[in-house]
């Protein structure tokens, strides 16, 4: 059994955010655009602040990928951050520090007041630096190369946002359209929303928000498409597809509820209504498959489990919802207590984003990408794309017998 192990480090201030990834299998060949446009994404979505225009988001790879083909030794990568010239000063490793990035005055729902009495420390400039969203840029480039091994055998983390400031879309999803399909679509939005018309009124309320100092929320969604039966297993705690993939969304900076399918509402709803029947089909055998859709017999009309039940895929699509508050950092800042002189104080504020959830909703999709592709080596695990190749195919060859 492989099994990915994926680290980051980097402030977001500092010289750069980098990141390694051990155990991802030789032989996968990687497009370098494809992984840029994810992160292009990543910094997209109306209502980001000034310093998106300025962060140019280049990942440069130093180790374990040759000639665009992954090598199977640890993959590490660099990505600069152009706020590194306006903060060196400051957070430079071993000159002298020279003061004006200190703050005293904690924002409630960041990491501020949380980290000062973690570390006991007064400035919280060191905990900003860590705690800030700035490090999603690596899970980001981690997911698109899990999406990129996945896509090998037909599976698509697609992701779009439901939600922002209460306005919720109501033609949310296309169904049955490939991710390139999905993204060009995207990219024509200001929100990765469906819904011209609730993308207008998100619109009006984000400029709303800017111009009265306060942000706001939302909720978006990622639906993993083609997924194999199998990944995950109930048989411990911590091997749960499900619980897997909620601490992984769960890490995304600001979000603070997942959901699994119709799980929320499920729980006001009867068994009956709620679990998925189960439906059996013929299918015509395809020669050479590579994709759970060419041998899928099983399947439900509905998916109110989301995909996984028991904490194992059932071969439905994955379907992930993040919940996310509205940033802590404000133009018009909450009144808190500046934790020197104990006198109340605004809470810190350089500059903000009004929302995030875009963002949030191409990291999401990076998450729950990484979090599959660990699945599926657990599974089918080999050192070479070719071994990994085989035993799908053979695990499919099953599946069709079955
Ligand atoms: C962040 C605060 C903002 C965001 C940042 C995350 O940074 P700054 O305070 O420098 O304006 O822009 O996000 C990114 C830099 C990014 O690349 O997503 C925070 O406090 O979490």
Redesign the pocket.
Known sequence: MSRLRFLTAGE??GKAIVGIIENFPRGVKISYDFIRRELLL??GGYG??E??KR?KDEVEFLSGIRGGVTMGSPISFIVRNS?WENFKDSLSPFEDIKSGKEFTSPRPG?ADFAGAMKFLTKDMRDI?ER????T??ARVVAGALSKVFLMNFGIECHFHVLSIGGITASKPYVENISYEELLKRLESTFFYCLDREAEEKMKEEVDRAKKEGYSLGGVFEVRAKNVPPGLGSYTEWDRRMDARISMAVMSI?SVKGVEIGNGIKGSSLKGHEFHDTIYFKKVKRKRDFLSYSDVKKFYRMTNNAGGIEGGVTNGENVIVRGYMKPIP?MRKPLMGVDLKTKSSSPAHF????VTVVP?GAVIGSACVAYELCNAFLEKFGGDTMEEIKNAYKSYLKDIEKF
């Open positions: 977001s201030h990543r910094r980001r602040s310093r998106m962060e706020e960041h900003l705690a800030s969203a700035r999603t840029v900076p950092t350089e500059r903000a984003d963002a």
